[in-house]
């Protein structure tokens, strides 16, 4: 059954527009963005957080290892930096342009390039990190699957690139996934389909064994900025035309919209989406400064 979703709660004290959202070890998350502060909203229930970090730039990308309390961020000018319990670790200038996704390896982690490089960093000794040019253009998003032991990067070329996690090598290009930049990627919950939303405004589901092209549905009005799974059998979606979108993972039927002011939607662009699993609970934020908390009906 797919469920339907109301607003709970608007969460404000952003200066800017907010690009970051993680979930903590607990009852609450973390949240970051244009105004360059990282705040932490301990509880749902409660509406004021608690600023953890204040960075001196924009940030567009950022890694939570919630129970370490280390955050890494990546900014418009390339610079990769690690925070840890409120101080700064170090400060490193990684990519000649943006800094547009950061992803966890486990034993190491991911930078992604608006200069086409994948930077590979060691936890244990980060100011060694191997660069690959995996692009001419822009890597938007990463995506790490554990099961397969394999990392999915989509490009503002339009491709979509799978990697071997453990050697860093390419094992195929899907040229031409999107007319253009592929912003966001996410697995079923089985697996077996592998899902991307792009500038062009559409959804594609890929069978995720061959890479062949299943379904495909122009999902919104605008770009889509975020995937995520949500409960049962639901993929929901964050675009540029302000809308959040629910739909059944399956079959990509559309199932609820979620806008202002009909649901106490954004009124700006939604950039980011968390589902918490525990709390079933979805936030979702944009450029309307604010975070949102849906429950379910």
């Given at each position: ?77 390339g610079n990769l930096q690690w925070i840890q319990e409120g101080a700064e670790r170090f400060n490193f ?205």
């Amino acid at each position: 059954m797919i469920p339907k979703f109301r607003h709970k709660k608007q969460f404000l004290g952003h200066n800017g527009a907010v690009f970051c959202l993680s979930k903590d070890s607990s009852r609450g998350f973390y949240s970051c963005g244009s105004d360059g502060m990282l705040v932490h909203w301990e509880d749902h229930n409660k509406e004021d957080g608690r600023l953890v970090a204040r960075i001196n730039t924009s940030v567009y990308a950022m890694l939570c290892i919630a129970e370490k309390q280390v955050f890494l961020t990546g900014n418009l000018d390339g610079n990769l930096q690690w925070i840890q319990e409120g101080a700064e670790r170090f400060n490193f200038k990684a990519h000649t342009k943006g800094i547009y996704a950061i992803e966890d390896l486990g034993d190491r982690f991911l930078s992604l390039g608006g200069d086409g490089r994948l930077g590979v960093w060691s936890w244990q000794n980060p100011k060694s990190p191997l660069f690959i040019q995996l692009s001419d253009s822009a890597l938007r998003t990463a995506l790490f699957s554990r099961v397969e032991d394999t990392v999915y990067i989509g490009s503002s070329d339009g491709n979509i690139y799978v990697l071997d996690a453990k050697s860093m090598t390419l094992i195929h290009t899907k040229e031409e996934a999107h007319a253009n930049s592929v912003f966001t990627l996410c697995l079923s919950k089985d697996g077996a389909t592998l899902f991307s939303g792009s500038r062009d405004n559409f959804i594609k589901c890929w069978n995720r064994n061959d890479y062949a092209l299943e379904h495909v549905v122009p999902a919104h009005a605008a770009t889509i900025n975020h995937l995520v799974n949500g409960p049962n059998e639901v993929l929901i979606s964050a675009g540029r035309d302000k809308e959040i979108r629910i739909w059944n993972d399956r079959t990509l039927e559309l199932k609820q919209v979620l806008k202002a002011p009909r649901d106490q939607g954004h009124v700006n662009s939604v950039n980011r989406l968390l589902w918490d699993n525990s709390a079933s609970l979805l936030y979702s934020t944009g450029d309307d400064k604010s975070i949102i908390c849906w429950e379910i009906e």
